[in-house]
């Protein structure tokens, strides 16, 4: 699979940069016959856009997404579906002080150490807005999975160290999008405030969950569904780790207490996250991914330069102050793309008319 594709038989390649015309991708594999409401499409998008919201860059885009093939008369034709978002409010100036520096926590050094030659402007592709092409992917596959009774949430778990409660599985038809909480949004809102003030940025944790998936979704060795999951968020910038179920918490349970039969019913907590060996068991998918603070702060920091010195320089340009919540529709985009992929890999691994599973 090339660096630019995610995804086997429900797969998405994205294209384009920061500040380049347009960025972009193509489906393969969405079957014929669904219909795909552009405005649906757009919905996700506009949960992603720059622009809006007290942890948002002011970079004012409009995100209006172009479908370019695989759709006639608003019904899916099971040929490629391309689409491409313009990129209308660079300010490419912002970064000309940069070309020769790279910037601490970013992804500067590493292309340049990968390629020699690098479109510093924005980030270029390891900008954080080459995710918008990732919410169209997940969108389509949306309504692909919602044929199948598969549907997914996500929201903010934590922002900068303070804790939202946790939503059960079973109340997941309650479940707003980026904050359970509104006393916990209050607090949120003045750690941006105190942040913005100093000049720095903030991380937080996402948690997504998928319900109505089938037991029997995974590959039983390298692509497991957990390891496919977690690939999936962590190919996101700013993520730094993903856990499934009760994750790391795991490691200081013991097996009786790790233990759970099937449980459809959702009585017992759920540790497995709905994945047992790699293949998904019929409970909800739990999984949360951390996101680490936005690297371009606005602190005078040591910077290393192309001449292999370290110099203070302050960043300027329009930053987010988080990831969060922007990042919440990218990382459900990034679940149900693999799910949709799983659902048709399964597909193929079982003969016609074999029996469903069942707990
Ligand atoms: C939705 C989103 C928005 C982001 N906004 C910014 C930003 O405004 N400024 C910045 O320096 N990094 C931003 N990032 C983070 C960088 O893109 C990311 O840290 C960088 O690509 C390096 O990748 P890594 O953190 O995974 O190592 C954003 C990431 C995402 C997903
Ligand atoms: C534009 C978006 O986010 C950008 C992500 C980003 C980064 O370094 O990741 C840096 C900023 O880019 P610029 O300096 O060009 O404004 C953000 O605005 C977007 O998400 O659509």
């Not at 920091?301 to 102050?321: C, S, Y």
Request: net charge neutral; charged share 20%.
């Amino acid at each position: 699979m090339s660096g630019n594709t995610f995804g086997h038989l429900f797969s998405l390649t994205t294209f384009g940069e920061s500040h380049g015309p347009a960025l972009g991708g193509v489906v393969h594999g969405c079957p014929a016959g669904l219909h795909l409401d552009e405005a649906a499409v757009q919905q996700e998008l506009d949960r992603r856009r720059p622009g809006q919201g007290k942890t948002s860059t002011p970079r004012r885009e409009s995100d209006k997404v172009q479908l370019l093939s695989g759709i006639f008369e608003g019904v899916t034709t099971g040929t490629p579906i391309g689409f491409s978002i313009a990129n209308e409010n660079q300010r490419t100036s912002d970064y000309e002080a940069m070309r020769g520096i790279y910037r601490p926590g970013h992804a500067d050094f590493t292309y340049m150490a990968k390629y020699g030659h690098r479109d510093h402007r924005g980030g270029g592709r390891s900008s954080g807005r080459e995710t918008v092409s990732r919410v169209v992917g997940g969108a389509i596959a949306q309504v692909f999975l919602a044929q199948h009774n598969i549907q997914a949430q996500a929201y903010t778990q934590e922002f900068g160290g303070i804790q939202a409660e946790t939503i059960a599985p079973d109340k997941a038809h309650e479940l707003p999008y980026f904050a359970p909480d509104p006393s916990v949004v209050e607090l949120w809102d003045k750690r941006v405030s105190e942040i913005k003030k100093a000049g720095d940025t903030l991380g937080g944790i996402v948690e997504i969950q998928i319900h109505g998936v089938p037991p029997g979704l995974g590959e039983p060795v390298f692509d497991k569904l957990d390891a496919r999951l977690a690939a999936a968020c962590m190919s996101v910038g700013a993520v730094k780790s993903v856990e499934i179920g009760c994750g790391r918490q795991a490691a200081r349970l013991t097996g009786s207490e790790n233990n759970e039969p099937p449980d459809p019913a959702l009585t017992h907590r759920n540790n497995a996250g709905g994945i047992l060996g790699g293949i998904s068991n019929g409970a909800p998918i739990v999984l949360r991914a951390a996101v680490k603070p936005i690297p371009s702060i606005a602190q005078e920091q040591e910077v290393a330069t192309a001449e292999k010195t370290l110099a203070p320089f302050t960043i300027g340009g329009r930053h987010d102050i988080s990831a969060i919540p922007r990042i919440v529709p990218v990382l459900k985009a990034m679940a149900l793309l693999t799910i949709a992929d799983m659902l048709l890999l399964q597909r193929s691994a079982r003969s016609e008319g074999s029996p469903p599973a069942t707990v």
